[in-house]
């Protein structure tokens, strides 16, 4: 497969979120990432005050229309937070940016914590919902799959029965899109990542114990690199306990650091080369 990419999502200034946490983790794998900023702020939107945001909803058109004129082709695409502009935009240039052979990841980031993010209504939701159904691939957290299924979302722990009931009607509504249900809090204190057989339809489970906090850009690091390590061939299981495992070990080195303001993202650093040797092993095995 080329390792010619496409990332579409925000640019944070400040904060390793979004794109600022996609490119060197993508960079650092080999793969070699094209970028189309969905907007730029002047810092992330947890914690430093009153952001400064600027929607490029205007760019995009510009640039995909450029680079139609130069064939760019893209084995795969990883979409992250949009934005109402960029994701009308989006919506109606999609399939510009693929061919059939193109594999695409779209994170339908819009909520979290029980709440549609500040800026987003009921027409952006329903433009996810048109959004998503493009994908091969979808990674939900349990606020956002309430939302693309019409539901008011909850900030409560859930029984692992319940996780598999939510999970089981996104499969049923978006049905022709493999699903990854992310940062699932369980009553028993666990964090989970749940997904469906494509070819059982069977739901499986991978659970994680629970760091106390709150850490910012943990979602798009874990939707960074399982989006890594579906391109460099490993199964959808060990992509995602590979992505668990990184983001689990981030935060604890996070914690280790005497007074580091996680505002800034999380130190996931340290585990790049542990990262790398994964990667190493599973193509060597392929």
Known sequence: MSTDVLVAQDLSCVGQVSMSVALPLLGAAGLRPTVLPTALLSTHTGGFGTNTYLDLSGEIEKIVNH??????????VYLGYLGQGPLNTLLQHFEELVTPKTFSLIDPVMGDNGHLYHGFDNGYIEGMRNLVKKAHLITPNVTEAALLLGKPPSNRALSLLEAQDLLEELVQVFNKQQIILTGVHLVNDKIAVLGCDEISREIWDQQISKIPGNYFGTGDIFASILFIMLLKGADIKTSVSTAMEFV??????????????????????????????????IQRGN
């Open 248 to 281: 689990s070990d981030s935060i604890q080195s996070t914690l280790e650091i005497p007074g580091f303001d996680t505002r800034y993202g999380v130190n996931y650093a340290p585990h790049l080369p542990n990262l790398l040797n994964k990667i190493a092993h």
């Open 67 to 76: 680079w139609n004129s130069l064939n760019l082709n893209f084995s795969a």
